[in-house]
């Protein structure tokens, strides 16, 4: 006799979790208790995550599967493709998802791997990740999946939602959870890099475009040279007496012989 299942499809599954993730949202608004904050991370995390891999099922069912390979063990599942690699998948075909965007999503993966993973803490300061989150599902659903978030969830759920998003404009927010993944792959990558006795990964000065710590020093963060915030180009020297590097355009020399020197290295050469 074969064994049934029941079973949600995987749209039907995304939106489960939304209605799992704001019914926690909603209970730690009225209760203060921070098992519902972190219920509600995960679970609406998790949905974006499945509204993703169902914008690339609609392009292609195969591509969600990581590998050929069915039902292994008998259980109802096959293992699908990270929602990293499903968002690269559809990124180069969607207009609305933008560079700031893709970079954005990399704070709701530290959100969820604090909930899942780590010792979790929640303040009024990181309410910012959870209106992004909203306002990203909220977007996702209507650019994406052509789906209207209103006939999806109940009422006053509903209204819940529009009164937690209306008050910061996408865009905004949108910077602000860009600029705040940036700042934790840097200290990331910093921790890392000090850690095995090398260099900071960012310059010691700012980009004089946008004015943030952020001139990648490591190919891992981006470019040599360039700002991981605004894409700014610097060109960087290394002094040939001292080692310290500086910013060409602003001080410090390059000759034609090919020397360079700081800025204090410089003055001394002129000097001779």
């Given at each position: 006799m074969s064994i049934v299942f029941d079973e949600l499809s995987l749209l039907d599954n995304a939106i489960d979790s939304l209605k799992h993730g704001l019914a926690h949202i909603i209970d730690y608004e009225e209760k203060r208790d921070i098992s519902d904050i972190k219920q509600g991370i995960m679970n609406l995390v998790n949905?974006?995550?499945l509204f993703i891999l169902e914008k690339v099922r609609q392009k292609d069912e195969k591509l969600i599967y990581e590998n050929e390979k069915?039902?292994?063990?008998?259980?109802?599942y096959r293992q699908t493709i990270k929602a990293e690699k499903a968002y690269r998948l559809i990124k180069g075909e969607v207009d609305q998802i933008t560079e700031e965007e893709f970079k954005a999503y990399d704070i709701l993966k530290i959100l969820r791997n604090s909930a899942t993973h780590s010792t979790f803490s929640y303040g009024k300061d990181r309410e910012h990740n959870i209106i992004f989150l909203m306002h990203y599902i909220a977007r996702f659903l209507e650019?994406?999946?052509?789906?209207?978030?209103?006939d999806l969830i109940e009422e006053d759920v509903f209204k819940f939602y529009h009164k937690k998003?209306?008050?910061?404009?996408?865009?905004?927010?949108?910077?602000?959870?860009m600029y705040a993944a940036i700042e934790s792959e840097i200290s990331l990558l910093n921790f890392s890099?000090?850690?095995?006795?090398?260099?900071?990964?960012?310059a010691?000065?700012?980009?004089?475009?946008?004015?943030?710590?952020?001139?990648?020093?490591?190919?891992?963060?981006?470019?040599?040279?360039?700002?991981?915030?605004?894409?700014?180009?610097?060109?960087?020297?290394?002094?040939?007496?001292?080692?310290i590097q500086f910013d060409v355009d602003w001080e410090g020399q390059e000759y034609e012989d090919g020397l360079s020197l700081c800025e204090y290295h410089s003055d001394i050469n002129n000097f001779d």
């Open positions: 949905a974006i995550d069915h039902d292994k063990y008998g259980i109802g650019n994406e999946l052509e789906m209207d978030l209103q998003i209306r008050d910061l404009d996408y865009g905004e927010v949108l910077q602000e959870r890099s000090v850690k095995d006795g090398g260099t900071p990964v960012v010691e000065w700012n980009c004089h475009e946008c004015e943030r710590e952020g001139i990648s020093l490591d190919e891992d963060l981006a470019p040599y040279g360039h700002c991981a915030y605004c894409g700014h180009e610097h060109r960087i020297g290394t002094c040939d007496v001292c080692g």
